[in-house]
Each structure stands twice: as structure tokens, then as C-alpha cells.
């Protein structure tokens, strides 16, 4: 669910991280006389590293000292291991309670800079078929970028990534994963469209995200819905489509649906026109994947918000 988060706050202890806790805060010194270096702009940076979590403590020349936590929660949680396995809500009211335990911070006083909201489906294909068949997202062509046990899908808007990949592909190698894992995520980068959508909702009442909005079940499910919804929209050639049910005239076209570079030179009209052809032959004549997958997101967002206890 919770992925990679970016978090700052100016509500915190700083002698206490910098000296009691068991946080090795590591600041740019001067060796000849220890006097701490600041960078080009004069701040002073320390920083830390913890279950795949990275503190960094930035004091400014007006003597303004912000915390910032960038990192996996959902690493954090499996001591900064790993994320292939579910990452239920319990799991992350832990994640944040601990967070805020050991840093002696409150959730209510962090606001989220940069979050990433994703699920592992076991999917009804292939997964490899699932990513070939990715052709663009609001008109952007899907970009392939290499890792070295998996490659990410990615389409990158101004204000989000949609970002699909192999999810039991990139660690296959490392844990006993013994069925196919399909990883749909967005990670806001800026974080103005996803304020917009929950303001728009009445489930924030200002313009900021905070660490403790993630312990509201409402919060969740909206931004699992939305990203069920991102995933209908993208532009995806099924592979499941029964070609000995087509038209002679329908058959020509497939290999022209699935260049992702055809649809690069589209004007609108035509693009739309395609579009539309496509998904008519999609929906009559193959499996319906995407749709598949789509219940699929919905029905593990739905899984990972049921709790144990009741909501913070």
C-alpha cells in the first residue's frame, strides 16, 4: 500500500537526535579544527540511516532546523529488507507509530512531501504479457527503465508517476516467491493533484498531507480507488484478443495497435478514433485483462484496509 514517503517537520527534538538518541547523525566537519561545514547555500546537513529509512537534518543560515524522512515505510516495517509482501494497514499504523516513537515526533505535525501508493496482485496473465501490452497514458508513451533484476513501466506527468512492473521477477532471486506478482503504483512527486482529490472528497480540510492522514481508512480508499481508476485509463493492447474471431480488416490492425510508435504519430482525432476501435475489439473479443486487473486492485486495496482493531 504505502510504499516510498517523504515526510518534513520543524516540530522535533534536535539535541535529542543529534546527541541522546541512538541515531549516528553523520555532519560535514573541518579535520584541522572540527568546525561543521555547511553547503553552497550555508545550510548544515547531518544525516542518518535506519531500516531503509534516511533522517536528514537541515539547519539554514536564519537558523531555521527541519527533519525530513525519505524512505520505504513499508522496507521500515520488514527491518529495511524488503517490500515484495503485503503491506496492510495494521503493518502501517506500526510503521508510523514506531516512526514517531523513536524520533519522539507527533504524526500530526509531518507533512508528506513525496508519497507512493501501490499494490501486489497476483495477475490473471502473465505479467511479462501485461507489461508488453503498455502502450501510453494520457497520450505519453510508457517508458522502459532498466533495474538489474526488473524492469519499471513508467509514465511520468508533471505531478505523479505511474509506474507497473514484475514485482516477484525483482526478488525471485532473494525470497521463496512461488507465483506471479504484478506491482501497479503512483508516486506523487509534487503533491497538488492528490490534495486536490481528497480536498475535493471533504477528507482533508487544508492544502497540506499529513503522517496521521494515513491512519484515516477513508484517506486510503480514495487513493486506492484512484489509482484503480489511473490504471483503467491507460491505453493497453490485450493479448488475450482471440484473432480467429476478427475480421479480415480487424486482423490488420492488431499489429498496428500494439506500435507503441503508431500511436506516437496519431493526430487526436485519429488517436481517439483507435482508441475507440481497439477497446470495441477488446471488450467483444479477448479475456478483458485490464478490467481483470482493475477488480483485482480494488479487491486487494479492500483487503489491506481491514483491521483489527478500529481506526486511529
Not at 119 to 130: A, C, E, F, G
Not at 245 to 251: A, G, T, Y
Request: overall charge positive.
Amino acid at each position: 500500500m504505502i510504499d516510498f514517503i517523504k515526510i518534513s517537520t520543524e516540530d522535533f527534538d534536535y539535541d535529542y537526535l543529534i546527541h541522546e538518541s541512538s541515531f549516528k547523525f553523520k555532519t560535514p566537519s573541518n579535520r584541522s579544527n572540527g568546525k561543521l561545514v555547511s553547503n553552497n547555500f550555508g545550510t548544515i546537513i547531518s544525516v542518518a540511516e535506519y531500516k531503509g529509512l534516511k533522517f536528514i537534518i537541515k539547519e539554514n543560515i536564519n537558523r531555521v532546523i527541519r527533519l525530513s524522512i525519505n524512505g520505504s515505510l513499508h522496507k521500515f516495517y520488514n527491518d529495511g529488507e524488503h517490500n515484495y509482501d503485503d503491506f496492510s494497514i495494521n503493518m502501517l499504523y506500526a510503521s508510523i507509530n514506531h516512526l514517531c516513537d523513536i524520533l519522539k515526533i507527533k504524526a500530526t505535525n509531518c507533512n508528506i512531501r513525496t508519497i507512493e501508493f501501490g499494490v501486489n496482485i497476483i495477475p490473471p496473465i502473465s505479467s511479462k504479457y501485461i507489461l508488453d501490452g503498455l502502450i501510453s497514458h494520457r497520450n505519453t508513451t510508457f517508458t522502459t527503465i532498466a533495474e538489474k533484476r526488473s524492469n519499471y513501466y513508467q509514465v511520468k506527468h508533471n505531478n505523479y508517476i505511474l509506474k507497473l512492473y514484475d514485482k516477484a521477477l525483482q526478488y525471485s532471486n532473494s525470497y521463496p516467491i512461488y507465483n506471479e506478482i504484478f506491482r501497479a503504483e503512483l508516486k506523487y512527486t509534487r503533491m497538488f493533484d492528490l490534495i486536490k482529490m481528497l480536498w475535493n472528497k471533504s477528507l482533508i480540510n487544508n492544502n497540506k498531507l499529513m503522517l496521521s492522514d494515513l491512519k484515516r481508512i477513508s484517506v486510503l480508499e480514495a487513493i486506492g480507488e484512484h489509482l484503480s481508476k489511473i490504471w483503467q485509463s491507460v491505453l493497453f493492447y490485450d493479448f488475450t484478443i482471440d484473432e480467429l474471431q476478427l475480421s479480415v480488416i480487424e486482423k490488420r490492425k492488431l499489429d498496428v495497435w500494439q506500435n507503441k510508435f503508431r500511436w506516437e504519430k496519431y493526430t487526436n482525432y485519429k488517436r481517439a478514433y483507435e482508441k475507440k476501435e481497439l477497446r470495441k475489439v477488446t471488450t467483444t473479443y479477448s479475456q478483458c485483462i485490464q478490467l481483470k486487473i482493475s477488480k483485482l486492485i480494488t479487491e486487494k486495496v479492500s483487503q489491506l484496509l481491514e483491521i483489527a482493531g478500529p481506526e486511529y
